[in-house]
């Protein structure tokens, strides 16, 4: 059974880092596209970051202050966030292998990120 479980969220001031793991068991993602959502409150979840292959992307509003990553070896994606602004508070969630726009097969249950001001 595959499962993605995230760690690492909590509250942080504004200004600090965070940085959010994502740990894969059932199969193997390496050659696969991971990504992290995110989904305030009252909101819709929102692509944040993804990476496959030798290719990252970002949602503009994270741009020079998140950083994803992988270590295929431990089959763990992670998300360094500096620079945290309140606005980045959020339930983070971890997905992987992309089968369209926004669209995964697999879910974590998300990690609480808050960023007081």
């Known amino acids: 059974q595959v499962q993605l479980v995230e760690s690492g969220g909590g509250l942080v001031q504004a200004g600090g880092s965070l940085r959010l793991s994502c740990a894969a068991s059932?199969?193997?993602?390496?050659?696969?596209?991971m990504a992290w959502f995110r989904q305030a409150p009252g909101k819709e979840r929102e692509f944040v970051a993804s990476?496959?292959?030798?290719?990252?992307y970002y949602t503009d509003s994270v741009k020079g202050r998140f950083t994803i990553a992988r270590d295929n070896a431990k089959n763990t994606v992670y998300l360094q966030m500096n620079s945290l602004k309140p606005e980045d508070t959020a339930v983070y969630y971890c997905?992987?292998?992309?089968?369209?726009?926004?669209?995964?097969?697999?879910w974590g249950h998300g990690t609480q990120v808050t960023v007081s001001s």
């Open positions: 997905a992987a292998i992309r089968t369209g726009p926004n669209t995964y097969n697999y």
């Open positions: 990476s496959r292959m030798f290719d990252t």
């Open positions: 059932g199969r193997t993602f390496s050659g696969d596209a």
